[in-house]
């Protein structure tokens, strides 16, 4: 197998305060854990490039990237939402998270990779077509997927989510799209307060209560997850691989170890292996204790690599 870690020093100069969760050190502790684990040796790592403008405007209003361009503050911050500011060099930051899904796509579907995760910020599962939310500027994984469907002709393409928070920018932007099949769960009622009513029939959503655990969440993935992604025979698996439904996360109340994560990716995997070619791109959403959240993201990798 041969699995590429794709990042860029730009997504750790984006940060939004001393104070805030989503933080730098995030990338900064998975690169450390993956040496410490011996598993770095076994990855190809590859720059993220920056995703030119006419892939960010498949998922997001052509307007709402104009601003975002336009909004760079020279320093110090600029507030979009409660949750999401900028500074400097958020825009490029995002532009790199977007690319390095891009690439890893350009590069699964020419076959030179196997599969792929990009260990980059900001995340993408919040961001709506014209908004910022959530930590979110660009939906980097509706990005990818829309590569892979206009870009290279796939004719469907599906979207796993596992952050303990509902993709409702991912859902938004997809929600009735016949090409696209999107199965999640997430802790409810919880932020973003969306992903229960009357979703559309391409979205698997999965609410699940403050306190689930392992055994829950791996009977999820088996009974209702597994089933509706074989009956869509899928060319293209992408991940918004969130880790904040682990039980040392203080951003979620869900219960997840590492041993759940690993679990989740290789039914993912077997999933990808039919129809699929094994094709499979992984991107950083949440997690936000920087141990478990390291520890979790090797969990995932060793699996994606089969070390």
């Not at 498949?58 to 500074?87: C, E, F, I, K, W």
Request: aromatic share 6%.
């Amino acid at each position: 197998m041969t699995t590429g870690l794709l990042t860029h020093p730009m997504c750790v100069a984006h940060e939004m305060g001393s104070w805030h969760p989503e933080c730098p050190a995030r990338l900064t502790a998975i690169q450390d854990q993956l040496i410490a684990s011996g598993l770095a040796p076994f990855l190809q790592h590859i720059d993220a490039p920056q995703a030119p403008l006419d892939a960010l405007t498949r998922a997001h209003a052509p307007d709402y990237v104009q601003a975002l361009q336009r909004s760079v503050p020279q320093r110090g911050y600029l507030a979009l939402d409660p949750d999401t500011s900028m500074n400097p060099f958020t825009w490029q930051a995002a532009l790199h998270a977007a690319g390095a899904v891009l690439e890893a796509t350009d590069r699964v579907m020419a076959g030179s990779l196997d599969n792929a995760f990009c260990a980059v910020r900001p995340p993408g599962h919040h961001a709506r077509p014209g908004t910022a939310m959530g930590f979110c500027l660009l939906n980097n994984v509706a990005i990818g997927a829309l590569h892979g469907l206009e870009v290279h002709g796939l004719e469907r393409v599906a979207i796993v989510d596992f952050d303990v928070h509902h993709g409702n920018g991912t859902e938004e932007i997809f929600a009735g799209d016949e090409r696209v099949l999107m199965v999640s769960f997430f802790q409810h009622p919880f932020y973003p307060y969306s992903g229960t009513e009357n979703p559309a029939k391409n979205m698997v959503n999965v609410p699940l209560a403050a306190g689930t655990g392992g055994e829950k969440v791996r009977a999820v993935g088996d009974e209702i997850w597994l089933p509706r992604l074989e009956q869509f025979s899928r060319q293209l698996v992408l991940i918004s691989a969130g880790f904040d439904a682990h039980r040392e996360d203080d951003l979620g109340q869900m219960n997840l170890v590492e041993a759940d994560y690993a679990y989740i990716t290789k039914r993912v995997m077997d999933v990808a292996s039919h129809h699929s070619k094994g094709r499979l791109v992984s991107s950083l959403e949440g997690g936000y204790n920087l141990s478990a959240l390291a520890r979790s993201v090797v969990a995932h990798l060793r699996v994606l690599a089969r070390v």
